[in-house]
């Protein structure tokens, strides 16, 4: 069963403007939500965390928010860039498991 | 952060052989995993391999088919056993360094292909 959801398997943004990637999780019990960018024949990086705490976590051009009510997380990308173009995952903790979503593909188009 | 390296990056293998796959990393660390990406799908973590003791597998894999080896704390090895077709994915190992928010750092993984 599928925990961390997401359900867009690719955006498209041009150079310069905001890319939202969404998450929706359905188990109560996550602590921790992590991003992870991967580009083609490399593993997964991690980008940026939030504590379930937390409503909002920023590191430069990047930005998580957390909606517990909602149980839905969104990772902003401001100004998105041609290099930003990867798939980007979405991950859960729990315990000492990370759960991980199926990935939103980017492309940022010059 | 850790430098992970894998061999090999990527191999294609016949039905019922089986391939081991070896992570190395830069630094001692006690909790290594590895996980597998099936095309299309999520990484899904097959077993936690910490040094010292038996790895722990999740549900849905079993030791027969994925052992598993941790002999010191820089060092894991993954085999796939008795190789079918379904089981084409990329591996991947990565390692829990402690931090407070829990991430993990992955290596380039290993590219399956099953014949």
């Known amino acids: 069963d599928q925990q961390v959801k997401q359900n867009s398997p690719s955006l498209s943004v041009q150079e310069g403007r905001i890319s939202i990637l969404n998450c929706d999780y359905t188990?109560?019990?996550?602590?921790?939500f992590l991003w992870y960018k991967k580009y083609p024949a490399e593993g997964p990086t991690f980008l940026i965390s939030?504590?379930?705490?937390?409503d909002k976590n920023e590191d430069g051009r990047f930005t998580v928010f957390l909606n517990k009510s909602a149980k839905h997380l969104s990772l902003h990308i401001v100004p998105s860039q041609p290099g930003d173009s990867a798939v980007y995952f979405c991950?859960?903790?729990?315990?000492?498991?990370?759960?991980f979503g199926k990935g939103t593909s980017l492309l940022v188009t010059p | 952060s850790a430098v992970i390296s894998q061999k090999p990056s990527r191999d294609i293998c016949q039905r019922g052989t089986s391939l081991t796959i070896q992570c190395q990393v830069d630094?001692?660390?006690?909790?290594m995993f590895w996980y597998r990406q099936q095309p299309g799908q999520s990484l899904t973590l097959i077993a936690t391999?910490?040094?010292?003791?038996?790895?722990?597998?999740e549900s849905g894999f079993v030791i027969d088919k994925f052992p598993i080896s941790r002999p010191n704390l820089t060092f894991s090895t993954l085999t796939v056993s008795n190789l079918s077709p379904e089981d084409s994915s990329i591996y991947l190992c990565?390692?829990?360094?402690?931090?407070?928010?829990?991430?993990?750092?992955f290596g380039p993984g290993t590219r399956l292909t099953v014949t």
């Open positions: 990565s390692v829990y360094l402690g931090t407070s928010s829990y991430e993990q750092y």
């Open positions: 188990n109560s019990m996550f602590d921790y």
């Open positions: 939030i504590s379930s705490i937390k």
């Open positions: 991950a859960a903790h729990s315990g000492y498991a990370l759960n």
């Open positions: 630094s001692q660390v006690t909790m």
């Open positions: 391999a910490n040094q010292g003791s038996e790895a722990t597998y």
